[in-house]
């Protein structure tokens, strides 16, 4: 019996997108229990938006729908806007699943998605997170051409062996808000021991967009969350001598890099920064402001 | 009647085409009903072809002449269907009816279909005999030119004999016999260059040698049929009335065409992805299987099945077999429901807001081209099993906006940067030529950008995938074969009168200005260039010719041997 737990984090989505997204990760999981890699699929929706992004009577509908493909499909309206961390972290907490797809909201699963993770994780069992490839944009890090491990996976739309979820533990909810979070967990999976795969195969569409320039467009706030993200990473995977550069950088930027300076000192003045991992630089890679190297 | 209507037979006549066609669809050695006769101008060519002829008129000036050259006749008012019906059975008492003649006569008829389907049902009735008809064309090229000066010149006879109650367009003339039990099997229309409408003389739009002329004479050509018929000529056997289709109501904003040859299942199901995501639903997908064999479209079969309902529900499967790049797109605009038409290409993928964004262009533009901005992103393709992979980030490389001047020179768009009005296709009869093996779409984009304009959004909604290792038809096709395919659509546009977007003079004096201000920039270069050569040519002079330089010869001389000197101990080694 192999138990498939997926979840979703909804902000602010509007109704049209969130039945998109429903319909492409059902039926993408309902293909895989076809296939025999899974018997039983629940699906998890959070809601962290302001107002309830799924009013009654359209849950009512999506609940018809994920039942067509024989998933369970609950839905959860936090009141409060917890971040992509927190909010999966709720969704996944307790639940003794042997795989969590973890999906964002603007992803739109490729039928044949669940199954090729699925695949990946059952074919070789030392891999902890099997990473969809993303269109239209893939992500420049790169990855073994021949095995696909990679050195960390996205968590727009991957798979996370139920196993290795229990043995890292959650997401880091209190220092990652919105971004690198799947950055951080990557990396204590593989402190864990586990590898990580990207799987060529497995497609997601993620509702990325480009600026006039052909650069990938970035709301305000994934600006300052990445900021903030990079002092927190380079502290936690005990790159202090990076951090201490980008504090320097920081008091130099625009507002948002002296936001998230301010964040990161206030934390460290209370003592409320993450516990130190990696001291020896086994996982974490900083290169050239990236988290890998990048192919190009 | 006062002899107006009497013209002489000849073969090359509207008489001689409607013979034609009696002849080809008569049955064999019954009579033919000649309905509005007038002097019959046919009877006698009838009469040789071995048909019996009974001319009927209301008119008795004709039917006293037709007596008296022997052949029957009787009188018959066609805007009273059951008295004519009546009339002509008694005058054929039980002879075969071979054909129902009908020359310049429906457009007279006020109750005409009434007329057409009593006739049907007589027909039909009596054999299934065949109705030939001749009826004058008012979208003849040269009252379409005139009625654009507001001229609508009514004449005794001709193409706007002032008795004519209804007026006949190459639509109608299938669809209203049909709609009165009439199917069209043949045609041979009557064709004039110069029609009794082509006056007055020396008038520019009527002259295919003037721009406008020209212009309006090449959007009648592709537009519609008939621009130089002056008398439809058809024949039509009787059958059941079916009534002209109707317009479908529930069209979607879009209809996106994906051409496919089946040979990349990989990057069809991404293409087919990025559709499936859209944030406008409001779109339905034709999947163009272009010379594909069994198997492959098997394959391509089931990458649409594969998807959720939701989204295969709007694509349809078009195999299309034989032609070059052009046909798949026009048997696409051919099966559009769309009111705009997108194009892909199965190796290109879109964002998520590809067809909002035309929509909502579409919306404050209605009926213009929208031009979206293109990225452009380098793939290799994989090998040995392995995926597909972009080796470098995306870009925006084309211009933001359109310019129609520069897309005279050279395509700056890819195709799937544009919704088409799907009516400029329907309307205009602009194709995707077929003759060209490439560039095919940057033919229909100067052909249709003057008709209806562009309207450009400068947000980038989709992904040109530019193969650098794989197949596409950068590296598919020759550089011969880009380069005569560029010289060819040139050479059409250099060949034909081109109207301008508004702002396109501002555009051509800034290009002369700039232009102007290069060459004034060259010249002075030039003059500067000229003049130092010339200073050095003289101070080259004043200095060998100076007393130091020769005094200083000696050593010259004693320098040029010793360096000869270390030359050859060098070589010596």
Redesign the interface.
């Known amino acids: 019996m192999t138990w498939l737990h997926a979840t979703s984090v909804l902000y602010g989505n509007d109704e049209?997108?969130t039945?998109?997204l429903v319909?492409?990760t059902v039926?993408s999981a309902g293909?895989a229990r076809a296939a025999g890699l899974v018997d039983r699929v629940t699906y998890a929706i959070g809601d962290s938006s302001r107002e309830p992004a799924v009013t009654p009577d359209a849950l009512k509908l999506l609940t018809e729908r994920a039942e067509r493909d024989g998933v369970e499909l609950v839905y959860d309206f936090y009141d409060a806007n917890l971040g992509s961390a927190e909010g999966n972290n709720r969704l996944m907490r307790d639940q003794q699943a042997d795989l969590f797809l973890m999906v964002n909201p603007?992803c739109?699963a490729?039928?044949?998605l669940v199954e090729r993770l699925a695949r990946r994780v059952a074919d070789d069992r030392k891999v902890g997170i099997a990473e969809a490839?993303q269109?239209?944009?893939?992500h420049?890090k790169a990855h073994d051409?021949k095995t696909g491990v990679t050195g960390w996976a996205s968590m727009a739309c991957c798979l996370i062996r139920g196993e290795a979820f229990r043995q890292v533990g959650e997401l880091d909810s209190a220092t990652f808000f919105l971004y690198c979070d799947d950055v951080d967990y990557s990396w204590r999976t593989r402190l864990a021991g586990w590898t990580l795969s990207r799987v060529?195969?497995a497609?997601t569409?993620h509702?990325?967009?480009?600026?006039?320039?052909?650069?990938?467009k970035a709301s305000p706030a994934e600006h300052y969350y990445a900021a903030e993200a990079a002092l927190f990473l380079t502290w936690k995977y005990s790159r202090t001598d990076l951090t201490e550069h980008l504090l320097a950088q920081f008091a130099k930027g625009p507002d948002h890099h002296k936001l998230a300076r301010r964040e990161f000192l206030d934390r460290r003045s209370h003592g409320t920064l993450p516990e130190q991992l990696d001291p020896d630089h086994k996982v974490a890679e900083f290169v050239d402001g990236n988290y890998a190297r990048h192919?190009? | 009647m006062d002899g107006k209507y009497q013209f002489n037979y000849t073969d090359a006549s509207v008489y001689g085409h409607v013979v034609h066609l009696v002849r080809s669809h008569a049955r064999p050695g019954g009579i033919v009903v000649d309905l509005g006769a007038g002097f019959g101008a046919i009877a006698e060519p009838c009469h040789a072809a071995g048909y019996g002829y009974i001319g009927f008129d209301v008119d008795p000036e004709g039917l006293d002449d037709l007596k008296a050259r022997g052949f029957e006749s009787a009188r018959i008012d066609l805007d009273q269907p059951d008295d004519a019906v009546a009339a002509i059975d008694a005058a054929l008492g039980d002879r075969p009816l071979a054909a129902i003649t009908m020359l310049d006569t429906v457009e007279h008829l006020t109750r005409g279909p009434e007329t057409l389907a009593a006739l049907s049902e007589l027909a039909l009735r009596r054999g299934g005999a065949p109705l030939v008809v001749s009826i004058p064309n008012v979208t003849h090229i040269d009252l379409a030119a005139k009625l654009l000066l507001g001229r609508w010149d009514v004449t005794d006879t001709g193409l706007l004999d002032r008795t004519h109650v209804r007026f006949y367009d190459s639509r109608d003339i299938v669809e209203v016999p049909a709609a009165a039990g009439w199917h069209q099997v043949g045609a041979d229309d009557f064709e004039l260059v110069v029609s009794d409408q082509h006056f007055p003389e020396g008038l520019a739009v009527l002259s295919r040698k003037t721009p406008i002329g020209r212009l309006l004479a090449d959007i009648r050509a592709a537009a519609a049929p008939s621009m130089l018929v002056n008398q439809y000529v058809r024949a039509y056997v009787p059958g059941k009335p079916v009534a002209a289709p109707s317009a479908p109501v529930d069209e979607p904003f879009a209809t996106i065409l994906v051409r496919t040859q089946g040979r990349r299942p990989?990057t069809l199901?991404?293409a087919l992805?990025?559709l499936?995501?859209q944030?406008c639903?409001d779109h339905e997908v034709l999947l163009l299987c272009h010379n594909t064999s069994d198997s492959q479209l098997r394959v391509v079969s089931d990458v649409v099945a594969?998807?959720?309902p939701?989204f295969r529900e709007r694509v349809r499967v078009v195999p299309v077999s034989g032609g070059r790049r052009g046909t798949p797109l026009n048997a696409g605009v051919a099966e559009a429901r769309g009111r705009y038409v997108t194009i892909l290409d199965d190796d290109d993928?879109?964002?998520?807001?590809w067809v909002e964004e035309f929509k909502r262009a579409a919306d404050e533009a209605p009926g213009s081209i929208v031009r979206a901005?293109v990225?452009r992103q380098d793939f290799v393709a994989g090998e040995r099993g392995?995926?597909y992979?972009?080796?470098?980030?995306?870009?925006?490389p084309y211009p933001?906006e359109f310019d129609f001047l520069g897309h005279l020179v050279d395509n700056w768009s890819p195709l799937c940067g544009f919704a088409f009005p799907r009516i400029c296709f329907s309307e205009f009869g602009v194709r995707f030529d077929d003759e060209l093996t490439v560039l095919e779409d940057w033919d229909v984009v100067v052909t249709m950008a003057p008709l209806c304009g562009v309207v450009s959004t400068?947000?980038?909604t989709s992904?040109y995938r530019r193969w650098l290792v794989g197949s596409h038809s950068g590296v598919d096709h020759s550089d011969a074969e880009w380069e005569a395919a560029r010289t060819l659509i040139r050479e059409r546009l250099n060949d034909r009168p081109v109207l301008m977007p508004p702002g396109a003079v501002a555009r051509v004096r800034h290009l002369f200005a700039s232009h102007d201000h290069q060459k004034e920039r060259a010249d002075k270069f030039e003059r500067e260039a000229n003049f130092l050569r010339e200073r050095l040519h003289h101070v080259g002079a004043e200095y060998r010719n100076s007393t130091s330089w020769r005094i200083t010869a000696p050593l010259r001389l004693f320098g040029k041997v010793a360096r000869k000197l270390r030359a050859i101990q060098r070589a010596r080694g």
């Open positions: 049209a997108g039945a998109r319909a492409s039926h293909r603007d739109y490729a039928p044949d490839r269109i239209p944009f893939d420049p051409p060529p195969t497609v569409f509702d990325k967009r480009l600026t006039a320039e052909g650069a990938v192919r190009f | 990989e199901h991404d992805l990025s499936a995501a944030t639903e594969s998807f959720p939701e993928v879109v964002t998520a807001h901005v990225a392995r995926m992979e972009p080796i470098g980030p995306a870009s925006c933001d400068k947000e980038p992904v």
